[in-house]
């Protein structure tokens, strides 16, 4: 059929340049002379081959042939209008029939065209016929290409295949001349053929058969050659209700389309003209109508019958007369002035009536537009003349009522959240190479292998599995996501605070732990590591196995681009409910704008979903067991009941959904950007060079008086506070105080009587009632005789003991605010860290008593109790141990008997007078106690015998359970000591900033400017902070630089790393520490030359010897340091670790210039370096740099230049050879 269309258009073609012919020719001229015509003529159809090289071939030209010769020159009918059996025998003669193969017989050589016209369509019509061969043949088959001349010319592939082989060939001949890499040493393929485990059957050796490992399997999913291959992806079907459930009659309850409303923000809030444009109907209005819209009443109305009676008739007469007149007019021409009006316009205000579209009235829409644009305009006012932000100030100007707000009651039994994103025990297992997959696997021991990294969940541990060949990318991700629950408490862990690590070489405590979790014991073994590229197969099976569906209606809808595909954070849409099935885990996830009706039809298909039978016989493996064979694996099934079946809300995502995301930002990272930007132009010094703290700054600084602030008004110490500014004295005078006993089981008021014995086990709630009455001055500066007295006013301090449980100090937190009726502030006070406002309401007869106060037990008959406080009203007495230990020369402290219903009032040789004088008040004040509390014999008066250091009774001595000669052993005593002690120690914790190093000093909370305090500091002030920390304690005659411990690890598994950079950074940050402390004593010797000069009256300035300050450490402190605090409790633990390190001695001190020229030791020994542990101050990543040349190259076998000249991974391989890493 082509080839007949082709000979009809090319007759066609013909026919036209015939007729061009004829028309140029004579009609009377011969036919024979047609075609000379037609080739003279040089408008024909055959004009345009005349300047062509038909004449300078000699071939016959276009004009010198007829139509059928003109076509046997044609390329479109050359070879495929001859017949088979005459193709040979005609040949290309053109002294026969014509064209040949065509079948045109003429009956003379001089034809006409349209007989020649004629033949050749009947030749199309049925010479085809003639030209199909019965065989079925090609008539092309025998087409040959001309042969080439191969002179000069090199042989070149023919095919296209043949040349990109070539290429190919060529574009890989320089793997050749390259030398072989050693970086295959160093995979993870290399040692598992070290180890060899390379032959255990894994996914793709012999335990699938059926799978081909090829290179596009080892790459991963995305953006890799493993895109090539056809993927086998799970086919996409619509899901629908096979039960019907609720969900129709969950579609039914709104109206027919649920709109989805947007999220409004309230009416007060200061961004309103965010808001969308709400419509309010209003009233109809009615559009105001003309009085004569038509203007029937300016015009006069016609009617038809007045239109007929005025119609005119016209007769011949009429036409004649008009034909006698027409002459005139011809004759007489006249000159008009044609007036050129404008054709009027139609009645506006008529076609404006006509219309039907327009409504006579309407309904009034208020937008309240300028009601918000007006309420912006004052917001932004006021906001310029105010330093409260927008929020605030909208906040205050808020008319809704909170009184209806209610608080929900509190209940103790635990949250169950319904399709929560995590369970009581999780195994998550990381594996992959490029986007390694985090999947949930079956919490057995049979799932742990070596080739991959593990996170096993608890809701108190989260444990981090380190197979021994798994990647570095798995390593990674593991380690990232360990971190992540820890820090953001995610996947329902509650007290976990270190990530545990376990490999091969962990502990047996560790080891244990984890095994028992997942069924295993201590001894249990992980399988064995698959093949090395089993990784890339794996993930990239995994993601085309995922399955995401949107809800819509009543169905769930796949999403096309996301299916088979790791999912993209743009599809998570805020308007859309959508379904996450990644086999054994199984998401809905809801936009905080989709409408409630989406988000109860997502979770009921979702279950339906969960419930049904799994199909994954269209993947490479199945999903939920990844790690069993494919011909071992069930492809079909039902879902574990270890799998998750979960929902979630937008940006409350767990982080086991957020890793099934190629593209999930890290909006902590992002927060940070503004903050790094700001911080790149500021400098930030090396730890190296830490410079040490300003000493002159610590010795001027010195702590101010206590001030208690509540309700913008100055207590002081609770008795009076002088404003100097105001000129003002304000008295505080308490009205009256209550106690409560507070327990996670409720509240007891305590008696009156007794309500000033707290024990260190319990917490209490105490509410203060006071006034405050402030008193002016005269001109002349003596006070006024004018007071003014305010309210009453009422506080609460919430008590905390030490050995206080975590529930009763919440409780304690809770019921403050129960017993709250005033609305007054709350306290939390501590035990140690009372403030003398506290302490003022007991007037020195607080007693706080070891224990609880339910214990039934039987209480020793003498018990110890310390003296504190710097004012008579503020002392009070803390029990501890009845041991001879807690005794201090520069205090005071009370030995109670109960049989005997005696006080010892025991004063140290160097106790002041004031705090003599404390322990006076606080024993009389203890002498009347009830019997109730301390146990006093009934009808026994209770006596008070003061004992002095050193002239101790018997009695004493015989209650406190040991005798002068023992108890000398036990404290360090001052009774033979010259100097004097009315100074106050002082305490600064030293610690490096990123900025800089820093000193920030210790002070009691009931600090007195006016008088010495003798025992300011507790001891748990130097073991609460984070270890191994820095202080410098200045006692006076002695100064001492107290260094921590590194924490080891612990029973549960909580450990502390002390790496090379930690160490390394402590190193530096204690030299300068040991620097500061002797710029210190240098400055302070100075400071007391010219305190002795001024007293002595003398211009010149006192020698005064510069104290030589001494290092300790924690846990082997002497007795001289321990005896600057009132209690101080060894600590087992702490001394082990150091004895660990066999460096310090127990009770040992170092001068620290002996330390600090060791820290800065710049050359060691080979020998000195090869110990362990290392020498203090040796950089443990660089000890090469403190050899000798000579030891340097006789350890490393080379120069400094050639080890420096080579790459880091080489000089660390040598260095472990020499054991200097």
């Known amino acids: 059929m082509v080839e007949l269309r082709s000979l009809e258009k090319a007759s066609e073609v013909i026919e036209e340049a015939a007729r061009d012919a004829a028309s140029l020719s004579s009609s009377s001229q011969a036919e024979a002379t047609a075609t000379a015509t037609t080739s003279e003529s ?74 020649r016209l004629a033949a050749l369509q009947k030749n199309g019509e049925d010479g085809w016929k003639n030209r199909v061969k019965k065989d079925g043949s090609d008539a092309t088959s025998e087409v040959k290409l001309r042969p080439k001349s191969s002179v000069g010319q090199r042989e070149r592939p023919v095919s296209l295949m043949e040349r990109m082989s070539a290429l190919e060939t060529s574009s890989q001949q320089w793997r050749g001349r390259v030398t072989q890499s050693d970086a295959a040493k160093f995979t993870v393929a290399h040692k598992i053929a070290s180890q060899s485990a390379s032959n255990v059957p894994s996914l793709l050796s012999g335990g699938s058969p059926h799978v081909t490992v090829t290179p596009d399997l080892l790459s991963t999913p995305t953006g890799s ?48 003209n965010e808001k969308n444009d709400v419509a309010i109907e209003g009233t109809s209005v009615s559009v105001p109508q003309a009085d004569d819209e038509t203007f029937d009443a300016f015009f006069t109305r016609t009617t038809i019958e007045s239109v007929q009676d005025e119609t005119l008739t016209l007769g011949e007469e009429d036409l004649d007369h008009i034909s006698e007149t027409a002459s005139q007019l011809v004759i007489k021409r006249r000159s008009v002035r044609v007036n050129r009006r404008q054709g009027t316009t139609r009645n506006p205000l008529r076609a404006l009536a006509a219309r039907e579209d327009i409504k006579a009235e309407y309904t009034e829409v208020k937008m309240g537009v300028g009601e918000r644009e007006l309420r912006r305009m004052k917001v932004e006012e006021l906001s310029k003349a105010s330093p409260m932000a927008v929020e605030a100030l909208a906040g205050l100007a808020s008319k809704e009522n909170f009184s209806a707000v209610a608080l929900k009651k509190v209940e103790n039994n635990p949250i169950v959240r319904e399709m929560a994103p995590y369970s009581s025990l999780m195994l998550l297992q990381v594996k992959g190479r490029r986007h390694a997959q985090t999947r949930l696997v079956q919490p057995i021991k049979s799932s742990i292998n070596q080739g991959d990294d593990f996170i096993l ?86 993601v085309a196995a995922n399955k995401i569906y949107e809800v819509q209606e009543d169905s769930l809808l796949p999403v096309p681009e996301a299916w088979g595909q790791m999912p993209k954070y743009e599809i998570l849409n805020s308007d859309k409910v959508l379904v996450f099935d990644f086999g054994a885990e199984l998401y809905v996830w809801a936009g905080k704008r989709a409408c409630g009706d989406e988000r109860k039809v997502g979770l009921a298909l979702a279950r339906e979903l969960w419930e049904e039978t799994y199909d994954y016989s269209d993947c490479d493996i199945n999903p939920i067991m990844p790690m069993t064979p494919l011909s071992q694996a069930e492809l079909k099934g039902s879902r574990p009941e270890w799998g998750l079946c979960a929902k979630l809300t937008e940006n409350v995502e767990t982080i086991l959904f957020k890793e099934k995301f190629i593209d999930w930002p890290d909006t902590a990272q992002q927060s940070r950007i503004k903050e790094v930007k700001k911080d790149l132009n500021r400098y930030v ?78 917490t209490y709630v105490v509410r203060w009632y ?34 206080s449980s975590v529930s009763d100090k919440g409780a304690s937190a809770l019921m403050t605010v129960e017993l709250d009726e005033e609305r007054g502030p709350h306290i939390r ?31 020793n008959s003498c018990r110890l109790y310390v003296v504190r406080g710097e004012v008579e009203n503020e002392g009070h007495l803390v029990e501890v141990d009845l041991d001879a230990m807690h005794l201090r020369s520069r205090g005071c402290l009370m030995l109670v008997n109960s049989i005997s219903s005696t006080i010892h009032l025991w004063h140290g040789a160097k106790a002041l007078r004031h705090t003599r004088k404390v322990g006076s008040t606080v024993a009389q004040r203890l002498s009347q106690a009830p019997e109730s509390v301390m146990g006093w014999k009934a009808g026994s008066s209770v006596k008070i015998k003061e004992q002095f250091e050193g002239a101790e009774s018997r009695d004493f001595w015989e209650d406190l359970g040991t005798s002068a000669r023992n108890a000398k052993n036990k404290y360090f005593s001052l009774l033979e000591d010259e100097h004097t002690y009315d100074w106050t120690p002082r305490v600064w914790h030293l610690a490096a900033t990123p900025d800089s190093f820093q000193a920030t000093e210790l002070i009691s909370s009931y600090r007195s400017t006016s008088v010495p305090n003798p025992l300011p500091i507790l001891q748990q002030d130097l073991y609460s902070v984070p270890q191994p920390a820095l202080f410098i304690v200045d006692g006076g005659h002695r100064v001492w630089v107290w260094q921590g411990w590194w924490p080891a690890e612990s029973s549960e598994g909580e450990d502390f790393s002390a790496t090379g950079s930690a160490v390394l950074r402590f190193n530096f940050a204690r030299r300068a520490a040991l620097e500061t402390v002797l710029e210190y004593c240098k400055l302070k010797a100075k400071a007391q030359a010219k305190i002795l000069a001024a007293k002595n009256y003398k211009k010149v300035e006192v020698d005064v010897d510069v104290v030589e300050p001494y290092l300790v450490v924690g846990g082997m402190e002497p007795l001289e340091f321990t005896s600057l605090f009132p209690v101080w409790m060894p600590r087992e633990d702490v001394t082990t670790i150091q004895e660990k390190e066999c460096r310090w001695k127990p009770g040992g001190q170092y001068l620290v210039s002996d330390i600090l020229a060791q820290l800065s030791r710049t050359c060691y020994s080979i020998a000195e370096l090869t110990a362990r542990p290392l020498p203090d101050g040796a950089d443990p990543l660089h000890l090469e740099v403190y050899l000798s040349e000579e030891e340097f190259s006789k350890a490393l076998g080379m120069t400094r230049d050639e080890f420096y000249s080579l790459q880091t991974w080489k000089q660390t391989e040598i260095k472990k050879k020499a054991n200097l890493f």
Request: charge should be neutral; charged fraction near 25%; hydrophobic fraction near 30%.
């Open 829 to 859: 006070v501590s035990m140690g860290t009372e403030p003398p406002a506290f302490l003022n309401l007991f007037k020195g007869g607080l007693v706080i008593h070891m224990g609880h106060h339910e214990d039934t037990s039987e209480k």
């Open 225 to 272: 050659p493993l895109a090539e291959r056809k993927k086998r992806s799970p086919c996409q079907k619509i899901f629908k209700s096979k039960t019907g459930g609720n969900i129709p009659s969950i579609l039914n309850k709104s109206s027919p389309v649920t709109s989805r409303k947007d999220f409004r923000r309230s009416f007060s809030s200061p961004n309103d």
């Open 42 to 115: 040089s408008d024909s159809g055959d004009g345009f081959l005349r300047s062509s090289p038909w004449r300078s071939s000699g071939r016959r030209s276009p004009a010198d042939m007829d139509a059928t010769q003109i076509l046997r020159q044609s390329p479109l009918f050359r070879n495929r209008t001859a017949s088979p059996s005459n193709s040979q025998e005609e040949g290309d003669s053109p002294s026969k029939d014509g064209a040949p193969g065509v079948a045109l017989r003429s009956s003379s050589p001089i034809s006409s065209i349209n007989a």
């Open 685 to 762: 010094p090396p730890v190296s060079e830490l410079q040490p703290c300003d000493a002159s700054v610590m010795l001027e600084t010195l702590p101010l008086e206590p001030d208690l602030v509540l309700e913008m008004s100055h207590l002081g110490r609770g008795v009076e506070y002088y404003d100097e500014e105001e000129r003002r004295l304000l008295s505080i005078s308490t009205n009256d105080y209550k106690v409560w006993h507070v327990s996670e089981y409720g509240k007891v008021l305590v008696e009156a009587d007794v309500n000033n014995h707290l024990f260190a086990g319990d």
């Open 457 to 542: 969940i608890t809701p108190t541990d989260v444990f981090h599995y380190k197979g021994e060949f798994a990647n570095v990318i798995e390593r990674a991700k593991a380690a990232e996501i360990g971190q992540y629950i820890l820090q953001q408490k995610d996947m329902g862990i509650n007290t976990a605070k270190n990530l545990i690590e376990v490999d091969e070489n962990s502990s047996s405590e560790r080891k244990k732990r984890f095994w028992s979790l997942l069924g295993g014991e201590s001894s249990t073994v992980a399988n064995a590591s698959g093949a090395a590229d089993e990784d890339g197969y794996v993930e990239a099976s995994l």
């Open 770 to 803: 006071y006034l405050v009455t402030a008193t002016g001055r005269t001109l002349k500066g003596e006070p006024s005789k004018h007071n003014v007295t305010g309210r009453s006013r009422v506080a609460y301090f919430f008590w905390q003991g030490r050995g």
